[in-house]
């Protein structure tokens, strides 16, 4: 375990009854602090699960997660969670929604404060102006922003996203995704992510899990993305390593996570962590010029 | 035109139809020409036009004009104005709903959170709830031996299984996520029961104290029949007893509106806590 590995998964298990095969085992990974990490996998392989189980929502079967050299073991100020269906209290404001989750964090501020600092988090995600709205005056996106606004606001060690853009258009999903990356590389914030969209993973993650099907899913790869950091899905797709990371990914999505599942594929089943890949980079290609320390550590 | 205006025209035009049925059903039967002696027929009445006993229309509304000109009237015990009985009825129906508020909202939220509680107590409820409030008159006036709190018990028996029942629905069906929110933002439970669960269940906990004064309203009349001495449910019962049938109608009138007043105040405040998701 490095010095920068600030979450470290090992050996999680869930299994729903205890006769049924459990729906993923054997789950390792870790994170450095501001890594970006994502989770690919088909339905049914258990990312909402392994997502919910960091934030403290649900108990593994087996297993450990240790964040920051302390075990989780329940809920915490300290893992924002943005949710599937952004979960905004329609009851409430935009900025009461996000005042809920900073009286939580602070509960001795003052209502001035409390209000000041929603407004800052309100102005990060471009939503100035729709203060004073319910979530149901705002589109799909713009319920997302809030979400995401919440989660950042309490100022988390770590973000849970869950499959935050599912279930926006492309335009907006882009538009948002670039705030992300913006947020993200300011605030040196550390984020684990679920998601179903190759591209988005390349474009936000420093390093993308690869999970098999479920039952019986398993971490199967990390890929880790040698684009450079700054990304920005305008020219991402002109990198030479962009096509050879993204078929990668999609092969594995296509054949593999199936394969490995049935224990038919190169890796075996019993092999203690899953191995670290580089489909960027061509034979006799030097790693990139100035990879991240934390990732170089991983690698090594 | 515009449908509501229709809608109102076609309104005005049935309560038409249905008033001049009334004053057709009810105008004096004629043709009693049996010669008497006119000093008799004046003993026996029979020189005023014979009527079956209901009212025409037009006694009906000189008997509204005269209950609406003093309401508020007290001639003894037995002869007080609609105002004061409307007021009493009204009173003991408040608090017999207030009562059954206090024991079913944190009941009915116990029973939404747990799930052992609500195994616990659906038997109880489940045989409890279809009883006739007023099946349980009889052992009320012989407990507590106060016909006036006994109506209020029976208002509280009444109005306590749609508030119970809709309280528990309401808090077992809030939404996962906006649990799981509180959860992860570590709310305590006091700040997640009234600032998560309170707020998502108050739209039906609302229909549930909606439907509970809607029946507390019913069977206040009848519990007022049975104990007597003030309130509308007396009211009639004593009209009756004149055989005043105006009053009776007005009586009735009157309860329907208070009724319609009522359900329309649970409307606003059903309004007031709604929200769109």
């Known amino acids: 375990m490095s010095a920068s590995t600030f979450l470290q998964v090992r050996g999680l298990a869930k299994r729903y009854a205890a006769a049924a095969a459990p729906v993923f085992e054997d789950v390792a990974f870790t994170i450095g602090r501001g890594e970006f990490v994502c989770v690919i996998g088909h339905s049914g392989c258990g990312k909402t699960t392994i997502l919910n189980i960091l934030a403290g929502l649900d108990a593994a079967t087996a297993g450990e997660v240790v964040m920051d050299g302390r075990e989780i073991s329940g809920p915490s100020l300290d893992r924002g969670v943005v949710f599937q269906g952004h979960a905004l209290m329609p009851w409430l404001t935009v900025r009461r929604n996000i005042a809920f989750a900073v009286k939580s964090r602070w509960p001795d501020w003052p209502r001035s404060r409390i209000d000041a600092h929603c407004q800052k988090y309100i102005d990060l995600v471009r939503l100035t102006g729709n203060e004073d709205r319910r979530p149901s005056a705002l589109s799909g996106g713009m319920k997302q922003r809030v979400g995401i606004a919440r989660a950042f606001a309490i100022q988390p060690k770590m973000l849970l996203l869950d499959e935050p853009f599912g279930a926006l258009d492309a335009l907006t999903r882009g538009a948002i995704q670039e705030e992300l990356v913006a947020i993200c590389a300011g605030t040196q914030q550390t984020v684990f992510m679920i998601t179903h969209d190759v591209d988005e993973a390349i474009l936000l993650a420093d390093k993308i899990l690869l999970m098999t099907n479920g039952p019986k899913a398993r971490v199967a790869e990390i890929v880790v993305n040698t684009l450079p950091r700054a990304r920005s899905r305008h020219d991402v797709h002109h990198h030479p390593h962009y096509y050879r990371i993204r078929n990668h990914l999609v092969d594995f999505l296509v054949h593999r996570s199936k394969l490995l599942q049935e224990g038919r594929a190169e890796v075996a089943a019993n092999e203690e962590s899953p191995r670290v890949v580089m489909p960027g980079l061509a034979e006799g290609d030097e790693a990139p010029a100035a990879p991240r320390p934390a990732l170089l550590k991983q690698i090594k | ?277």
């Not at chain 2, 409307?86 to 017999?96: E, K, N, P, T």
């Not at chain 2, 309401?170 to 996520?177: E, F, K, L, P, S």
């Open chain 2, 1 to 277: 035109m515009p449908q509501r205006a229709r809608s109102a025209i076609l309104s005005c035009l049935l309560l038409a139809v249905v008033l001049l049925a009334w004053h057709v059903g009810t105008l004096p039967k004629g043709g009693a020409a049996q010669a008497v002696d006119p000093e008799y027929a004046r003993l026996m009445g029979l020189d005023k036009p014979k009527s079956d006993g209901l009212p025409t229309p037009a006694q009906m509304g000189a008997t509204i004009a005269t209950q609406l000109s003093d309401p508020f009237y007290d001639a003894g015990s037995n002869d007080k104005g609609i105002g004061i009985q409307i007021a009493y009825s009204l009173s003991r129906v408040a608090l017999g709903f207030v009562l059954a508020a206090l024991v079913a909202l944190p009941l009915g939220f116990a029973i939404g959170l747990s799930p052992l509680i609500h195994g616990a107590l659906d038997p109880f409820i489940q045989v409890l709830k279809p009883i006739s409030p007023l099946a349980w008159m009889p052992l009320a006036l012989y407990t507590i031996k106060d016909s006036t709190t006994s109506s209020i018990f029976v208002i509280f028996v009444c109005s306590v299984w749609p508030m119970l029942i809709n309280t528990a629905h309401g808090v077992a069906n809030v939404r996962r996520d906006w649990l799981n929110v509180a959860k992860t933002l570590e709310a305590g439970t006091l700040r997640t029961a009234f600032q998560v669960i309170l707020p998502a269940a108050a739209p039906v906990i609302l229909t549930g104290m909606r439907i509970s004064m809607g029946i507390a309203w019913l069977v206040i009349v009848a519990a007022e029949m049975l104990v007597g001495n003030l309130g509308i449910g007396y009211f009639v019962w004593n009209e009756w007893n004149n055989l005043s049938l105006s009053n009776v109608i007005f009586a009735i009138l009157v309860i329907g509106v208070v009724g319609m007043i009522l359900d329309f105040l649970f409307g606003i405040a059903q309004r007031a806590v709604a929200y769109v998701e």
